[in-house]
């Protein structure tokens, strides 16, 4: 169990790092291209990001629950759902998150924020009507090792690298059909449709790395709430519920689809393939071959 943990955290990192490597190569491409130009425009991108990242990084988690029409109850509201998360908060030694719960029959949860002290934790009706403790304990230690685990950080981040390479492909593809370059040789036209190729493929191969983190960030989550709880047999079981009854909100966001414990999305082939979640299958196939030690 500790190794599989171990083994995500590895592969994310690595995710991310080709992010990184990305977000430079395009810089160079800009460099070799314009050679000499003004740095006004990468300037501008540099701080745009900035100013956006800021603000995702301090309003996403109030953005993500008013998107879904979440809103926050107390215990007395519903002490079921409240103890679950209460004793898995204490087991996970992590701070008591808000609670919220969403009005829609579709069974579904998620978490969102920015780090354990700055969290929340929301139920659909739906996810509630089915699940008995058991399950909906293992969905919510899923949903806690996202806070654990500084999930939505990471999703921030990834989030906000994608939109810096689709914004630098942008303005890369616009300067090589209108900015000229250095001159009109036949190696800068070269490098011309070397850069027009890369600021169409960037995006795409931004959003693949996005979803790979989404994904690898699910199957670390399912391995931490069954570490929590020492029981992945509950987990599987929600699972399997969600994958006969279906996840498919009544309001769907494809902002937020990758915060919740399943996919929210209408179920598409094509949709599929570019999903942030893993196939349900998959993930009770490596929850009832996991193997636990203390």
């Not at 939109?163 to 000229?180: E, P, T, V, Y």
Request: charged share 20%.
């Amino acid at each position: 169990m500790y190794s599989e943990i171990a083994r995500n955290k590895r592969r994310s990192i690595l995710i991310m790092v080709l992010f990184v490597l990305l977000i430079v190569g395009l810089a160079d491409l800009f460099d070799y291209i314009y050679a000499g130009g003004s740095p006004a425009i990468l300037i501008g991108v540099a701080v745009g990001a900035l100013i956006y990242t800021f603000i995702s990084y301090y309003m996403g988690m109030r953005l993500s629950l008013a998107v879904n029409g979440a809103h926050q109850i107390q215990k007395k509201d519903n002490p079921r759902l409240w103890k679950i998360i209460e004793d898995l908060s204490i087991t996970d030694g992590l701070p008591m998150p808000k609670v919220y719960i969403m009005d829609d029959p579709a069974p579904n949860a998620f978490a969102t924020g920015r780090d354990p002290k700055h969290a929340a934790v929301c139920a659909t009706t739906g996810l509630l009507e089915i699940m008995n403790n058991d399950e909906l304990t293992g969905v919510f230690a899923h949903e806690l090792g996202h806070v654990k685990n500084y999930d939505s950080r990471v999703s921030m981040i990834a989030f906000a690298l994608s939109a810096i390479i689709a914004l630098l492909a942008d303005i890369l593809l616009r300067m090589s059909f209108f900015g000229g370059g250095r001159d009109k040789n036949e190696n800068n036209q070269l490098a011309l449709f070397i850069g027009i190729a890369a600021a169409i493929l960037a995006p795409l191969v931004a959003f693949l790395i996005q979803m790979a983190v989404s994904r690898q960030r699910e199957y670390l989550a399912d391995a931490t709430g069954a570490l929590t709880t020492r029981y992945p047999e509950g987990l599987a079981s929600a699972l399997k519920k969600i994958e006969r009854t279906g996840s498919t909100l009544k309001h769907q966001s494809t902002a937020t689809a990758h915060f919740f414990f399943a996919n929210p999305l209408k179920a598409h082939t094509i949709s599929n393939l570019f999903s942030t979640h893993p196939p349900i299958e998959e993930r009770i196939k490596r929850l009832e071959n996991m193997e636990l030690h203390a």
